[in-house]
């Protein structure tokens, strides 16, 4: 090789190093700067953008729009959409990571030696990154990190741009974001407050407004704050294009309208929407909202002209998909008009013009079974609807826990029903002579012979049309045949029921698998009958089986008026039902004295007192000395008889004390006197137990063994019982008890007895009632655990920080966190998370006790709450936002006693004072109702208790009783029950009923451990709280405009 070529490969080597040396990011030279910058935009960044543009795209295509509720105001506040995405977003993070990484320049660069350096230059060198895009990475980092939910690393991202480049274009939008990631963690006062001061910076560009406004509605909306939110949307339907979602604002704003009950307004803007000719779907459901608003808030001007549009869209082909909505939608307003047939027809028309939309199909069988049920009083069309509804409903479906009590009342009703004819039906062919019942059954056996064998013909004929389908030309294929297709999905849907769309339904191994019986009936011959013995076997042929089926018709019929009086509220029929029990049991026993009191109160709900008196003088002639004819004459009994139970209860406990301390005569004193206090109750066998062991350490074995066979006589307590057989056995065997005291706690031993046999048997002194720990919650040792501090809102200043100090100095080396949360209408919660498990959380827990004295000095000043508490047992908590069950509990679990550590309740204000705070539904588009005061109109008692775990009747009796010059009737308000006590008289005068009535201690006492509401309430507005169900807004109206005066 030659010299020259020799030193130009050395030359060229120099270049390369010197080159890639200066490429470094710890090297700030006008080349290394210029290659970052490069490399940072057309490599990483780019592609890191690209992964976000395609990211928002799949979120936006995949998410569906339910207009059945409102609209979310982002596409990616549907979860389900986002998570599509997820491995998008991920490189999105990745890459701007890199680019940070590898490309960001913070080292100075050099200074030139001897050259003076000019003010532009030593600005120059004060910059903390020399690489331009650097910020605009971070930016991405922090969208990346948002769309994958990563919140808390959202915000500290936002945070640091906020702070390190709040001299950056990218400044504004990163405040917009970093409010928005805020607002996904429930911090929404710092939220908004964020976007309102940077909006109100003096360098807030034009074009971010609609951007920042956006935020804001959707914060708003949110916290149910709709007027705001309703401000906003019309900001932006009137600012922006359909290709920066005005469609979607247009609709939103009149979704809002509608639940604001403001229906004009409402009208208005779904027709603007139609007039800015949006997408087809847009435009259709528009139609149908607005038409809906006709059929629900009577605007009867409209409704000739309404039903022509949607006869239009019926004959336009492009609704082919959209029928079933179309059909919909009309019967809901032939039922607001009460042209029930006409609705039926429609709804009918609906189910069978399904195209696969499940939601709808769920809409239409609960509408028309809703029909049934109301209206028709057709139970079994009604249970029929019900059954197809339910499968096609999701659990957070608004009514679903209501669908599913109607529809298992409906199935109850149904058996028993069924139980009342199967029963009828056998007495009355065993009741037929010996000749006729044969001929009978076996002209039964003929017809289900000939029944079986017509079915097989017709399935062999519609296999062999099916296989012809198949040779048929493609214009005429089956598919093709609407009608052949409607009959076709009928008999699938009659075989298999309706089946959500899953892959591989037929071999679902949870919904399709047969079981060993059926694969044996397929095995066998399909045609089967059954046989003389068969059909003989079910007749009850003896007067003891003729007895045992007279008695389950009784009992059927006695349980279909329960339900049709407390599920169905149909009163006719319970009427009708218990009047039957009567006519069919001549015994006066226990089901003859409560049909005889159901009656007496249906006829005085039905008004006709002359019945109702009848009803009422033969509980209290022929079964004086029953509950419920000591009811009757004293509606205070059963709360004197829980006084009584409590009173046996304290002193038993006082007994069983002085026991476990060896007090025996203190003992036997005591059990004497809850025997004679409390004979006749079940609490009397329990004080005679213990008053017998206390006999087998201070008398003779004679009397011990007299005591026990008392209590045998008693007994009806198992464990008491089986204990007592178990002595007095011992006894009989000659053992005798051993006098030696000893520490006898809460058990009494078989090793108490001497010689001559050894007794092995643990003998348990029971308590009355043992400790019990409220059901809702669940003890999670190893699950994940938060220590939490309730407290007053006013207080929440620098709480927060001062916890985050202590976790930076006691546990540096810790991944913990600190948020709020609103906990009360007055009360936030400060959360402190995550604790591997009860223990790692206790550990804490304790030393921040003892720091709080140094760090936490103004809570000490007050009562607050501090608790330990398990993810799932969190979320419970923050639900029933009650948080006394949950310190009994607590104070248990965690630290073996009855008392929790720490007093009251804390979190984050979140909205200012000017901002109201209550949480509204937006599952449905019902309006926030606007009821109306009437000081002198006719005004009505209501309470309002849960259907389930508290006895209605009793109520219904306790308030009829307390005054019986006003009606009391009972009636269902979605998934509760609703006592009304009828024309109490004008505001002042239903005031002053409801404050007598809430000192009546019979009527509360049994309501302590339950949520109600009571109130008064006019017969407008009575009626409007019947068609919303808006009973939190009534409760608020009625504190507003009748506890204030």
Known sequence: MSLKNKLAITLCFIIVVGVISSCSNQVNTWGSRQYHMATTRWNVYFNGKESLRKGQEIIEQSHQENFDKLLPVYFENDIQARESASAEMERVVSKAVKAIELHSITAKPKRKKGKRESEKYREFRRKKEYNNLIDECYLLLGKGQFYRREYYSTERTFRYILREFNDMPIYYESAIWYARSLAEQDKYFRALRTVDDVMAEEGFPEELIPMARIAKADMYIRRGLYDNAIEELTFLKNNTKKKDGQTRYYYILAQLYQMQGEIEKAQA???????????????FHAKLSKALLYGEYDLASGDTKVKQELRKLIRDSRNKEYLDQVYYTLARIHENEREFEKAEENYLLSIENSMGDQKQLAKSYLALGDLYFNENKNYNLALENYQQATPLLSEDYPDYEEVKLRLDGLTQLAQNLNTVYEQDSLRKIAQMPTLERENFIKSLMLAERDAVIDKDRKLKKVLKSSIKEIDRPIGEWYFYNPKAVAQGKKEFQKKWGVLNLTDN??????????????????????????????????????????????????????????????????????????????????????????????????????????????????????????????????????????????DASLLYEKAYTAYSANNFEETKALTQQGMSKYKGTTTYQRFAFLNAMTKAYTESPENFKKALQEVNAVATDRKILATSQELLARLEKGDVPNKNVRDIKRTYTAEDFEKPETINKTVEVPLLSEIEIPGNYTMEVDAKHLVALILPRDLRGDIVKAIEDFNSKKFAGEDLRVRRRNFSLNTDIILVESFKGKEDALNYFGQLIIAQKEFLKRINEVDYTNLIISENNLLKLTTDRDVTPYLDFYAYHYFGEGKPVGEEEVEDQEINNEINTSKVNIENLQPEVGFTEHSRGAHNFVLIVPSKGVDVNYLWTALHNFNKDFRVKKEKLGDKRMLIVQNVGTSGEAMSYLKEVVTVDYIYENLQQVEYRNFVITNENLKLLRSTNAVDNYVQFFKDNYLTK
Do not use: C
Not at 269 to 283: F, G, I, K, R, W
């Open 505 to 646: 339904w037929r071999s679902n191994p949870e919904k399709f698998q047969l079981s060993a019986e059926e694969r044996s009936k397929l095995s066998k011959d399909t045609l089967s009958f059954r046989t003389y013995e068969d059909y003989v076997a079910d007749l009850p042929l003896t007067p003891e089986l003729m007895e045992a089926s007279e008695e389950k018709s009784i009992n059927a019929l006695y349980d279909a008026g329960v339900i049709y009086e407390d599920e169905m509220d149909d009163y006719i029929q319970a009427k009708s039902s218990f009047e039957q029990v009567l006519e069919r049991n001549p015994k006066s026993d226990e089901k003859r004295l409560r049909a005889n009191y159901h009656l007496y109160m249906l006829h005085s709900l039905l008004d006709n007192d002359i019945e109702a008196n009848r009803y009422k003088n033969i509980v209290l002639n022929e079964y004086p000395d029953s509950d419920l004819a000591k009811v009757l004459q004293d509606p205070a009994y059963y709360s004197k008889m829980e006084q009584r139970a409590k």
């Open 269 to 283: 803007t779904y027709a603007e929407l139609v007039d800015t000719h949006p997408e087809y779907e847009y435009s």
